[in-house]
């Protein structure tokens, strides 16, 4: 019976060794940033101003007092906002993608389009979007319309994030070898069963990543609805804030975004290594 393999005495001493490099790596990065976060502490609050700042952005007396309306309008209008705006967005964005990749004569039309809603929305900044729509649709009044101000503010986001996550997409699909498409035709698919059984569902997976770093966006650009008239948890801050002369309130709704979308962006961090070793593996 052969023997079990065990690493060689040379071998040993290379693992110990590398084991004593990461350590020392991992202490000294360690010890710079507890130094870096010591001295930039010890500037902020030795400064003359902190006493009056602290009391202006961090009172913790208005923290407990604005935290249960600012929680209720965040989690209302905030993220239902996200979870009803983020699917249309990823329906209507593949949508434009797929169109401008139209290669039928009849389709021209389509694929003009398509080009030009996503120049047009990716030029014009979503925060003048969102006043257009929320102000412009319901003054015109049109019968069976909805003329609130929450729905033309959603409408507004699907519109403009659908233009960039459509280029998303775009770039998902030209990034997919002209092999698979042939390859597809020489089974005898046409090229709208290629699109749909071969092409779309591999650039969709390669564009996940990116796909997360526009929610990230879209779950911050919620905060753009408070401009007209929707009670969010912005405008819940901003209302305290003005009649309480304290911006603690803007500090706190900040910190419900931030804890909203740190987990958002580790799982893009998580998925885009999981993706390069994927990569790597597959070149060896």
């Keep these: 019976m052969t023997a079990a393999w065990q690493p060689s005495e040379r071998e040993l001493e290379r693992r110990a060794v590398r084991r004593r490099l990461a350590l020392r ?6 010890l710079a940033v507890v130094v870096f976060l010591g001295v930039t502490l010890a500037a902020i ?3 003359p ?19 249960g309306e600012i929680w209720s309008g965040f989690w209302r209008y905030n993220v239902v906002i996200f979870l009803i705006a983020e699917p249309l967005i990823l329906v209507l964005g593949l949508a434009l993608a797929v169109a401008r990749q139209a290669r039928s004569p009849w389709l021209t039309p389509v694929r003009g389009l398509a080009v030009v809603y996503t120049d047009l929305f990716r030029g014009v900044p979503t925060l003048l979007l969102v006043m257009l729509f929320g102000f412009g649709m319901p003054a015109l009044q049109l019968q069976g319309v909805p003329n609130s101000g929450l729905f033309w503010a959603i409408v507004a986001l699907v ?8 280029e998303v997409f775009r770039a998902g699909i030209e990034s997919i070898h002209p092999s698979q498409t042939s390859s597809a035709d020489a089974l005898g698919l046409s ?5 749909r059984y ?4 591999q650039a969709v997976r390669r ?16 905060a753009l609805v408070f401009v007209v008239g929707v009670l969010d948890g912005v405008w819940a ?7 309480n002369f304290n911006y603690t309130p803007l500090v706190v709704v900040a910190l419900f975004f931030v804890v909203l979308t740190i987990p958002l962006a580790r799982l893009t961090d998580w998925l885009q290594r999981r993706m390069a070793e994927r990569e790597r593996a597959g070149l060896r």
């Design 191 to 195: 090229r709208g069963q290629a699109m």
């Design 159 to 166: 519109v403009s994030y659908a233009a960039y996550v459509a």
């Design 207 to 222: 564009v996940i990543p990116p796909l997360l770093n526009d929610f990230v966006s879209l779950q911050k650009d919620t």
């Design 49 to 67: 101003g902190w006493p009056r700042v602290q009391e202006t952005f961090f009172s913790a007396e208005h923290a407990r007092a604005s935290f």
């Design 237 to 243: 801050a901003q209302d305290y804030g003005n009649y």
């Design 45 to 47: 609050l030795g400064s």
């Design 198 to 201: 071969v092409v779309v569902p």
């Design 25 to 30: 790596s991992r202490t000294i990065a360690t």
